[in-house]
C-alpha cells in the first residue's frame, strides 16, 4: 500500500481534529439520541433488511452510537460479526450474542474497546458478509470515507477487494459529517451509503433487486 503524500496527509490530520473536536463537544443524551435515529434510518436500508450477516462494530465515546442498531439486527435473527482488534491492528471476528457476549478490552493506553467474548472466527470471516459497516470521521460526495488513522478498516477493505468479495459498505455519521472532500488516495474504496440522522446518502452502488438466494 502506498504512503499518502505529505500534503494528503496534513489534509486528513488537520480534518480529524477538527471533527473529533466538535464530537468532543457532544453530550450524552446527543449520543444517545442520535443511535434511536440512525438505527431506525439503518434498518429499513434494503442492504440490511435483506442481509443474513453484517459485520458491524460497538461505538465508542461519542462515536454515532450502534448498540441500538446491534441489537435490533441480532433481534432479526441476523449474525453479526464485531471486532476484535489484534496486536499488528488488523482485525479478528466474533459474533454478537448480545449484550452481554461483550467485554470492554483495553488495548495498550488506548480507549477501551467492547469486543466480543466467544470464539474468534478469524480475520476472513467478514468474506461472508452481505454488509460491512465501518466506522467514520467524514464522507464526500465520491463516497470516500475519513477514518480515524488507525489502519484497521483500510485492512478489512483491502481484503474484501483481494476476495472479490463485494458487501454493501455502510458508514454511519452524524449529518454536519457529510462534507465537500475527503482527501484519498488511488487504493481508497469508496463506501456504498451513508447513514446519518436525517438522511442516506448513496453513492455508487444500486439498490438490490431482490430477496438474497
Request: proline residues 7%.
Amino acid at each position: 500500500m502506498s504512503h499518502p503524500a505529505p500534503e494528503e496527509e496534513f489534509a486528513k490530520r488537520s480534518l480529524r481534529r477538527e471533527l473529533l473536536e466538535v464530537r468532543s463537544g457532544l453530550t450524552a443524551g446527543d449520543v444517545q439520541e442520535t443511535a434511536a435515529l440512525l438505527a431506525v434510518r439503518a434498518l429499513d436500508l434494503p442492504e440490511l433488511a435483506q442481509a443474513r450477516t453484517v459485520a458491524a462494530y460497538v461505538s465508542v465515546g461519542s462515536e454515532p452510537g450502534t448498540r441500538a442498531l446491534l441489537d435490533a439486527l441480532h433481534a432479526r435473527g441476523v449474525h453479526v460479526l464485531l471486532p476484535v482488534l489484534l496486536a499488528d491492528n488488523d482485525l479478528d471476528w466474533g459474533s454478537y450474542d448480545g449484550r452481554d457476549s461483550l467485554a470492554r478490552v483495553r488495548h495498550g493506553g488506548r480507549m477501551a474497546l467492547l469486543e466480543p467474548v466467544g470464539g474468534r472466527l478469524g480475520p476472513e470471516a467478514v468474506l461472508g458478509a452481505d454488509a460491512v459497516l465501518l466506522p467514520g470521521l467524514a464522507v464526500d460526495g465520491r463516497g470516500m470515507r475519513l477514518g480515524r488513522g488507525g489502519g484497521s478498516y483500510d485492512r478489512v477493505l483491502a481484503r474484501l477487494a483481494r476476495a472479490a468479495a463485494d458487501p454493501a459498505l455502510v458508514v454511519l455519521l452524524y449529518d454536519r459529517e457529510v462534507v465537500a472532500h475527503v482527501p484519498g488516495e488511488a487504493h481508497d474504496r469508496p463506501v456504498h451509503a451513508a447513514v446519518t440522522p436525517s438522511a442516506v446518502h448513496r453513492f455508487r452502488r444500486s439498490l438490490p433487486q431482490g430477496p438474497l438466494t
